[in-house]
């Protein structure tokens, strides 16, 4: 079970990581409004808020190809298994 959330967490936070740097690259957090108020007070909070919520989403994606992968019946045409070694 550890290692099954490893491998959903792990790659999900290095994706996390790759868009928050592209996002806020690209925007500035204390520029988006909603309803002509501003979103966010400080940059630190909608980095951490961007971060997390990117996390979230990344982590849900791995966890459903975890969790499709380990449903898949071994003899299933087009299942997750090496080929024969000749």
Not at 25 to 52: I, M, T
Not at 68 to 75: C, I, V
């Amino acid at each position: 079970m550890l290692k099954r959330l490893m491998w959903v967490l792990w790659p999900s936070f290095l994706v996390a990581i790759a868009m928050d740097g592209v996002l806020f690259s690209s925007f500035d957090p204390l520029e988006l409004a909603y309803g002509g108020e501003p979103v966010f007070e400080n940059r630190l909070a909608a980095y951490s808020v961007g971060f997390f919520v990117f996390w979230l989403f990344a982590a849900g994606s791995s966890a459903l190809t975890c969790y499709l992968q380990s449903t898949l019946r071994k003899d299933e045409a087009g299942g997750c298994q090496p080929p024969p070694s000749a």
